[in-house]
């Protein structure tokens, strides 16, 4: 399996099936998660992909482009999914989600070691009827 194959069949499971199986072997003991709003272990974005599971039942997560470079690889992908459970303190609205975002990610022997993901949660807060992504509020 390229790594490619791997990184699609973790995202997928994770993300997309909640099943974190994959996506496990394919971290590094020592992996980090870092975004705008700080960084986290695995422990930490495990009970926040169990968390999406259970307020979007139905989310699937799509790769919507891979680019590897040596130890580093970019990661385009687009998470949908309908609102049927408490979100971020927010009650299930039935709304329809559909949220983007890019990981980049960076290997130590064939195992990810670190993830950078940058995505806008207004999107997803939009979507939600919570936040209105027009003039003003860009």
């Given at each position: 399996?390229?790594?490619?194959?791997?990184?699609?069949?973790?995202?997928n499971g994770?993300?997309?099936d909640g099943d974190l199986a994959a996506f496990e072997n394919l971290l590094a003991p020592d992996y980090v998660r870092r975004?705008?709003?700080?960084s986290e272990d695995y422990a930490s974005?495990?009970?926040t992909i169990e968390a999406m599971h259970t307020a979007f039942p139905d989310s699937s997560t799509e790769i919507l482009?891979?680019?590897e470079?040596?130890?580093k690889?970019?990661?385009h992908w687009k998470t949908t999914g309908t609102h049927q459970g408490e979100f971020m303190d927010v009650q299930a609205t039935g709304r329809s989600v559909n949220v983007t975002g890019a990981s980049f990610l960076r290997?130590?022997?064939d195992k990810l070691a670190e993830e950078w993901v940058i995505w806008d949660p207004r999107e997803l807060l939009s979507a939600l009827g919570i936040w209105h992504l027009g003039p003003g509020n860009a």
């Open positions: 399996m390229t790594r490619s194959e791997a990184i699609l069949k973790a995202w994770a993300w997309g975004s705008k709003s700080g974005l495990r009970k482009d891979i680019v470079d040596g130890t690889v970019a990661v290997f130590e022997n």
